[in-house]
């Protein structure tokens, strides 16, 4: 991968990072993506394009708006510069054009989710089936004798996490089941990895809240799981096939 290559990769990054705050605060609210153009929360005023490039304009700002003062959220640059940090990496660890497709298409997805079941307890079913759609159209194109074993991980995934949605039922949705599919149409195999680390890390945040709160209050506790799911999807998308092979086999 050329380095030219490689900072495009970052740019589209940052832009779409952008959209994706957009789609974080629209999307459960059923309000447009494209209208009307983003406003400061405080003051209403719309954003000029030029305060309005990823990070940068951010940083110019020292957070804040042009108009008001109001202080605006330092999650917007991070979700940035972190969809940009995931892009780039997508593209340095992964070799062929099948791999760099579904991997940049499953940030693009797990970003905006994150976002959205951590403040809305939710993850809509308008991003995990046009994902859904999206992994087996990839999968067609550049691969198509994957299919098979994409279609049965993707149910593998989702019939594993069914089991722990159906006993214990407080602590996961059929969002988080589904979520879990599309992990293993676009993870393969490697979706083995991406679970396993969504359900430790999962745990031990809760071991941490219960000895933060106590037991009895820590199980009352809401915490989305699927920013686990997305940290796990991360996870065995990046160093999945390594992991399984380090098990299988021992080191490198």
Not at 152 to 166: C, D, E, K, M, P
Not at 211 to 225: D, E, L, N, S
Request: aromatic share 6%.
């Amino acid at each position: 991968m050329s380095d030219g290559m490689v900072v495009l990769t970052g740019v589209f990054g940052l832009i779409f990072g952008s959209f994706f705050n957009v789609v974080a605060h629209r999307l459960p609210q059923g309000v447009s993506l494209a209208t009307p153009a983003s406003r400061c929360p405080g003051c209403g005023t719309p954003i000029k394009p030029y305060d309005n490039v990823p990070v940068l304009s951010w940083l110019w700002l020292r957070g804040r708006c042009r108009s008001c003062g109001e202080a605006i959220s330092p999650r917007y640059p991070l979700v940035e510069a972190s969809t940009a940090a995931l892009a780039v990496s997508v593209v340095l660890v992964k070799h062929s054009a099948h791999d760099i497709a579904l991997g940049l298409v499953l940030v693009g997805i797990l970003v905006p989710i994150s976002l959205i079941d951590l403040e809305h307890r939710i993850i809509p079913n308008k991003i995990t089936l046009p994902a859904a759609l999206a992994a087996i159209g990839i999968e067609l194109v550049t691969r198509p004798s994957g299919v098979p074993q994409q279609l049965i991980a993707g149910a593998g995934a989702a019939g594993f996490l069914l089991l722990f949605a159906l006993a214990y039922p407080r602590g996961m949705g059929m969002g988080d089941v589904k979520l879990a599919g599309v992990l293993g149409l676009y993870l393969g195999g490697a979706v083995a990895v991406a679970l396993f680390v969504g359900v430790v890390a999962a745990l031990l945040v809760g071991v941490a809240i219960m000895m933060r709160v106590g037991v009895k209050a820590g199980r009352k506790t809401a915490v989305p799981f699927g920013p686990f799911l997305a940290l796990g999807g991360v996870v065995g998308l990046l160093a999945g096939s390594p992991i399984i092979h380090w098990y299988l086999h021992g080191p490198l």
